[in-house]
């Protein structure tokens, strides 16, 4: 079974940074591509970041020169590091594999507010 734990979110004011953290279990996570989502209050959710198994990123347009995805695979964890943040980048922020979309975890809220 599949575990996704994600970790790292927090309150920041507006241009501050944040590391989120995601932790899966239950899975070959090398196999895999990972990536983040986020939902905000009253929109759907939507991808913001993705890695690839050989390691190439790709990124929303919303996010793109300000969030970096990185993974390591020892440790099964993939990282988001937040830079720049804006307030529309207050969400809920989960991780999970795109081509398996294995049971979403409880998610890291991330607040930016001034």
């Known amino acids: 079974q599949v575990q996704l734990v994600e970790s790292g979110g927090g309150v920041v004011q507006p241009g501050g940074s944040l590391r989120l953290h995601c932790v899966a279990s239950g899975i070959s996570f090398s196999r895999e591509a990972w990536a983040w989502y986020r939902q905000a209050p009253g929109k759907q959710r939507e991808l913001v970041a993705r890695?690839?198994?050989?390691?190439?990123?790709s990124y929303a347009d919303s996010v793109k020169g300000r969030f970096t995805i990185s993974r390591d695979n020892a440790r099964s964890t993939v990282y988001l590091q937040m830079n720049s943040l804006k307030p529309e980048d207050t969400a809920i922020y989960y991780c999970?594999?795109?081509?398996?979309?294995?049971?979403w975890g409880q998610g890291t809220q991330v607040t930016v507010s001034s």
């Open positions: 999970n594999a795109p081509e398996l979309l294995a049971q």
């Open positions: 890695i690839s198994p050989s390691d190439n990123p």
